[in-house]
């Protein structure tokens, strides 16, 4: 092979190298400005999911008195006990969805709000929270002390059913 044909592959070698990268680069740019657009466009339109991913997630446990003040904020109440447990006495405007049902009923429960899962002591309560968590919910929390503190603690209460 002559010298000259050597340095003429080597020439077209490096220049399809050179080509290559080009390419590359340019499908990056294209890739991350569309990735930008995307963004763009999800909080323009308002997107829902956007706003989900964007809400800020509860800590895994709150206090009774926490709870009173995202109950008197317009949290949804989610009572997990047993209806005879809920007859004694449950926390007004509360939403009784026995654990043993809660798995099944997670699409009746809104997203879209904060939740606060309540039992009777509190370790219920932590299991509802953890079925609503794997279920996708990531405004949810559980009330420490269950409805026994809550009621010790003064705060409102409903008999019956």
Do not use: Y
């Amino acid at each position: 092979m002559s010298r000259k044909r050597k340095i003429s592959e080597r020439k077209r070698s490096s220049s399809l190298w050179l080509l290559a990268g080009l390419i590359v680069l340019v499908l990056v740019v294209v890739f991350v400005a569309g990735q930008a657009l995307r963004r763009n466009n999800a909080s323009a339109a308002g997107d829902s999911s956007a706003k989900q991913a964007d809400a800020p997630s509860l800590p895994m446990e709150v206090t009774v008195s926490d709870a009173a003040q995202m109950r008197a904020d317009g949290a949804l109440m989610i009572d997990v006990r047993e209806q005879s447990e809920w007859d004694e006495f449950h926390m007004p405007d509360a939403r009784l969805i026995p654990l043993a049902q809660l798995e099944n009923r997670v699409d009746d429960l809104p997203k879209d709000r904060d939740i606060v899962v309540v039992c009777r002591s509190g370790n219920r309560s932590q299991q509802g929270r953890d079925i609503l968590l794997q279920a996708g919910f990531t405004r949810v929390t559980s009330m420490s002390g269950g409805m026994n503190d809550w009621k010790a603690n003064g705060f409102p209460t409903v008999t019956g059913p």
